[in-house]
């Protein structure tokens, strides 16, 4: 065999080198890729925790507010008594306690439609998460999918590589052999 064709074989060898080298960056990259989708999931999932205890806190003060209209409650029975014992406020009293209960009810309603809508709201945000977390677990296990393919490739094609780098390695050695 000729020069030429040893340094054509000896070049194409760099070659198939320098894609052996760059499969191997684009795997590292795709390695990089995949745990940054780790950490933004774990991220969500965090911030999932976060929302879970802010509407936990509004939900236990929404109940305390409703605990203290119920005391509120059982001070106007108590004011209820002491109007009994007392004839000459009876009317001015009553009138009090009628508003008072009208307040009550309304506020009481108001409360229990705002608690409904936050309930309702709380539902579909935790429906919205798990939709959010449901497409991101399917993301990842694609990406992780196609990462494996991809090294399964690059393993191939590196062993092809490698084959093909000892057969001409073989050849080089034969005509160097033969050459001399």
Do not use: P, W
């Not at 040893?6 to 684009?26: P, Q, T, V, Y």
């Not at 007392?86 to 009550?104: F, M």
């Amino acid at each position: 065999m000729s020069k030429q064709s040893f340094r054509d074989l000896k070049n194409e060898i760099e070659l198939k080198s320098a894609e052996i080298d760059e499969l191997a960056l684009e795997l590292e990259s795709k390695n990089e890729e995949i745990n940054k989708l780790k950490l933004y999931s774990t991220r969500l999932k965090y911030e999932k925790k976060n929302l879970e205890d802010k509407l936990d806190t509004k939900i236990d003060y929404d109940k305390a507010r409703i605990k203290e209209l119920d005391d509120l409650q059982e001070k106007l029975a108590e004011k209820d008594a002491i109007i009994d014992d007392k004839h000459d406020q009876v009317k001015y009293l009553r009138t009090l306690v009628d508003d008072y209960k009208s307040q009550i009810k309304t506020t009481s309603e108001e409360l229990e439609i705002q608690l409904r809508k936050i309930s309702k709201q709380y539902e579909e945000l935790l429906h919205q998460k798990d939709l959010i977390i449901e497409k991101q677990d399917d993301m990842i296990n694609n990406l992780t999918k196609s990462n494996e393919e991809i090294v399964k490739s690059n393993k191939t094609n590196i062993i092809s590589l490698k084959l093909q780098n000892e057969k001409y390695q073989e050849i080089i050695d034969n005509l160097t052999k033969t050459n001399k």
